[in-house]
């Protein structure tokens, strides 16, 4: 995650902070939105399966 997109992260965040906000609901949040970047960056890039794929592979192994 870039600098620019953390800061802009953590402005959204703290605006929805409410008094029974905890430090673990900010990581949590902030964790959520670097998962979503880098799950954009591998579908970008061609790095993702097919429903039919992902099935498989659990297929796979669950033997």
Wanted: hydrophobic share 35%.
């Amino acid at each position: 995650m870039k600098d620019p997109v953390l800061k802009k992260y953590l402005i959204q965040i703290a605006e929805r902070l409410t008094p029974e906000s905890t430090l673990e609901d900010v990581y949590e949040q902030l964790s959520l939105l670097a998962d979503i970047d880098e799950s954009e960056l591998e579908e970008e890039k061609g790095e993702v399966l097919s429903h039919e794929e992902v099935t498989n592979k659990s297929r796979e192994l669950l033997k």
